[in-house]
């Protein structure tokens, strides 16, 4: 089904209503086969090798159906019933599928302003290692970093910043500035905060050579 | 430590990344000058050590007047407005570098005038600077007016002044423009600042009307 999604969006809809309707439980809940049905979405719509830009487009419109499904059955499913789903999407940040979780997880951060995830804690870890490795995208892993760190508890938000920041030491550059203009952006008073305070302490504190 | 470990591996290219960072920060209205006035460098209250490398490098740059181009130089000084940073002999340095801004012709020059003005320190200062302005010819003055930071720091520096003062100076800024750019910046400066001190400026404006006249 999904390598006849093309650019249809009418097919693609009716394809994620399906995945969304075979995802649902009584009660906001999950069916208890969720969790493979999504998986075997997700491994379907990763990226395949881009022999050719025609491949390329329908890979993109493969994920727009995951990331349409998601949204579906966040919006459709309470917010204590989700957390098995959110932790499958941080496994799948270690295999083949990992740009597609990161993109998922920033749905997942964003849906309802975040408030569908309940422990945040989860995310610190995954997103640390992600920083360390070389071959990530580096405007979407920003993005969801700085998202975490916007919308998570405070406590969440300021240990993660503490670390992200640990981690500017060995890449530098642009990349702090996005960073916290994009926290700044989303939440003045977490920038304002701990965002502000480990910058200055990255920056103009410490002793001299 | 920590801290020290990161700022000792700081270097010029750095200094630059780390500055800038501020700057940007500043432009997104997500940190504010500070407006303290104890020379204690500060981001949004968040205090930085004098003996950091950061400060120090800074510092150094504006003393020894050790800019590559004159981006360099405006990066400095924005910075001393964010960071409210103050040091002895930081006064002549900076009118040192008022005068050479208004003898230099750059894409920055508007911007660093009003930044400069923006950190004139008293009420002398201002009237030397004000009147140091006249040195621009009418069309180079034009050009500054319609950069939002040169008018900031007029604002900033005529408030400084006396209401007679500020009138005066207006006026003879405004002497040598066109109608339409005078009467902008009348309608601008005159109401702000008479408005924002709180006082009887009813007759000061009328004044300042009536200097307009003649």
Known sequence: MLSDIDNNEEFSEAVGNVFVEGMKAPGNSL???????????????????????????????????VRGVLEQVLYNTSKDKLEPLLENILQMLKGDTRDLAIDLLQVCCTVKGGSKVTDWSKFKSPILDLLVASDVDLKPLWLLVATVVSKSDPITSKRLTEKVFQRFDEMMGQRMLVFCRLVGKSNNAYF?????????????????D | MINGRRINSLDEGRFDEIALAIVSLQQASLLTPSSKLDGIPRLNGYLVRRESKFIKVLESRLVEK?????????????????????FDNLAKVLDHFFMESLATKSDFRPSIIGTLLSLVSDDKNSVAYLDSLRKLDSSELESCLSDITFLEGLEMVLLKLSKYGASRMLLTLELPLKLETSRHLSHRLSCRIFHVRHTPFERHRSAYCCLLLI
């Open chain 1, 31 to 65: 069916h208890s086969k969720s969790l493979p049905l999504f998986n075997a979405l997700a491994q379907n719509s990763r990226a395949v090798p881009a022999w050719t830009l025609l491949i390329m487009i329908d890979t993109e419109s493969r994920q727009m159906t």
């Open chain 1, 192 to 208: 304002q905060k701990w965002v502000l305070e480990e910058f200055v302490k990255y920056t103009p504190y410490g002793e001299l």
């Open chain 2, 66 to 86: 050790n800019f590559r181009n004159i981006r360099e130089l405006w990066l400095s000084i924005q910075l001393v407005k964010v960071l409210g940073l103050r």
